[in-house]
């Protein structure tokens, strides 16, 4: 008797649709009738963005016969490197006229882990000329892509569980591999701090059980990514915890700074403040943590991240005070100042949203 494919029936009407059929079938219509497919994500790609390109790559290749395009904007962590297919990766800031020319001649773009096309930084102008037809995948508030096909759901944990929902959706799951899971888990994993927030989906957990049936190692998984760091990144770890963190007591609340002179005397390399902006919430009681990074060129521009717990709005702060926005618990901006300016602003906003922190 063939009860598992009756099971994977069954769990398809448990997993609810994330597009429509209209929009199911145009979808499906739009990548069999591509040749030149691109794939791309926003600038500073991060686990789940790879993951999200990677898996659909994956996907349009073993399931639909193409061959598409993966081009990120920039450097992405040395940490991600191991995920399978990265090695097809093109960066644009690497090889930016080449990268114009196919996507002026593209017939579709998939658009995955970005809801406005000035995420994707230098690449932006090129992406919004290019005539190519698009599709948007993404889990961000307020999309503005001009996409024929939105699939846009901000109550998703990541843009890799919306891939694998849409996978599921399409019927198709079985033919993947591997080569699809391992992605798709990593940037589940990574965008919820190993399932720490933004996880309490019970379908969450259903996904993680069917990509363990294509036999991935989620625990080499966590190790690649979460124990895959120099000894100079532990350093710094050390020295940011004891020498940088400022920590409101009466607030619940931290920020730290990383200068550009803290991480030349640590050897700093893309990925390294990756995951500190965590560690404070270890404190007890704690509901904020902020970071303040110096960019490694450019004067006068702080990256900033947030993290929070329980219903204290990430996203408000950051869109109020840093020119950002994202997720309830875990969200980011810049700012366009000094340091020292960047922590007075950090100060202003924790005291703004003093309330909703006692």
């Known amino acids: 008797m063939a009860v598992r494919p009756l099971f994977r029936t069954f769990a398809r009407v448990m997993l609810k649709n994330i597009i429509s059929d209209e929009q199911q079938a145009l979808l499906i219509d739009l990548i069999k009738k591509s040749e030149n497919i691109v794939l791309t994500c926003h600038q500073n790609p991060d686990g789940d963005a790879l993951g999200s390109c990677l898996a659909w790559a ?13 081009f990120v904007p920039d450097q992405y962590p040395d940490y991600l490197h191991w995920l399978p297919n990265s090695d097809k990766i093109i960066r644009y800031d690497k090889h930016r006229e080449g990268c114009d020319f ?36 993404d889990h961000h508030l307020d999309p503005t892509v001009d996409s024929v096909v939105t699939i846009s759901h901000p109550e998703a944990s990541s843009t890799c569980e919306l891939v694998f929902r849409l996978v599921w959706q399409l019927g198709c799951f079985e033919q993947l591999s591997k080569h699809f899971a ?14 720490t ?41 050390g020295f940011v915890m004891y020498e940088r963190l400022v920590v409101d007591a009466q607030r619940h609340a931290s920020y730290f700074t990383i200068t550009r002179a803290d991480m030349r005397r640590f050897h ?5 403040a990756e995951g500190l902006v965590n560690m404070p919430l270890q404190i007890k009681g704690h509901k904020l943590s902020i970071s303040l990074r110096e960019d490694t060129e450019k004067d006068n521009l702080v990256w900033v991240s947030l993290r929070s717990v329980d219903q204290f709005p990430c996203n408000e702060m950051a869109a ?39």
Do not use: W
């Open 58 to 70: 994956e996907v349009l290749r073993a399931v639909y016969g193409k061959e598409p395009q993966v």
């Open 102 to 137: 196919v996507l002026q001649h593209a017939d579709l773009v998939f658009c995955l882990d970005f809801n406005t096309p000035q995420r994707t930084a230098d690449m932006e102008q090129s992406l919004c000329a290019s005539p190519a037809r698009k599709v948007l995948i």
């Open 182 to 195: 391992v992605p798709v888990y990593c940037g589940m994993m990574t965008d919820t701090g190993g399932f």
């Open 197 to 237: 927030y933004n996880s309490s989906d019970p379908d969450i957990f259903f996904i993680i059980s069917q990509l363990l049936t294509k036999h991935i190692n989620k625990d080499k998984i966590y190790r690649n990514v979460y124990h895959n760091f120099s000894e100079n990144r532990l350093r710094l770890t």
């Open 268 to 272: 700093f390399i893309k990925g390294d």
């Open 320 to 358: 109020r005070f840093f020119n950002g926005g994202g997720h309830l618990n875990a969200s980011g901006g810049r700012l366009y100042c000094s340091l020292s300016q960047a922590v007075d602003i950090a100060k202003k906003a924790i005291e703004a949203f003093e309330d909703k922190l006692k």
